[in-house]
């Protein structure tokens, strides 16, 4: 059985779950609504203040879809309810974030700023050399920010570039003169 997958969801207090054909599940709450068609083979029932996930038979397949399927409620109910934040860190002489509007003015060292759209249901906040992604939808904080990362990811020689305020940068030691 799986761990992750047996395990009962808690539907705090203001969420609705809403369980349609197909597993369509929509989760509303304080913060928003957000919904997902999750795999048809897996059981989604609602008893009481939990949500339950079951899985038809013991196949590979099966086990894999069963936490993952939990998982994905899970981490709607969360968003629904607190919120999903990443912080990223930028580091350099020069480089800088600005927020323009709903866009964010990165300047990195290039011979132009990087302007960045925020996706829809995603805020960015800019203090001091932190860039603060918030949103209801995990995969969409994560993969916005993994995005802005790339656009100058850290390098190990000096550690310019933006990373994530809980990433340890590697150092190395640079080239020795000739003597």
Known sequence: MSRIGRLPI????????????????????????????????MEITVEGAEILVKRPNDLKKMKSLH????TLINNMVVGVTDGYKKTLEVNGVG??????GKKL????????PVEMEDPE??????????????????????????????????EPYKGKGIKYDYEVIR???GKTGKK
């Open 10 to 41: 808690a539907i705090p207090a203001g969420v609705t779950v809403d369980i349609a054909e197909n597993n369509k599940v929509t989760v509303k709450g304080p913060k928003g609504e957000l919904s997902r068609v999750l795999p048809s083979e």
């Open 67 to 70: 936490g993952l399927t939990r």
């Open 95 to 100: 480089y800088r974030a600005q927020k323009q």
């Open 105 to 112: 003015v990165l300047s990195l060292g290039y011979s132009h």
């Open 121 to 154: 249901g995603i805020s960015t906040t800019v203090e001091d050399n932190k860039i603060i992604i918030t949103g209801i939808n995990k995969e969409k904080v994560g993969q916005y920010a993994a995005e802005i990362r790339d656009t100058r990811s850290p």
């Open 171 to 173: 150092r190395k030691v």
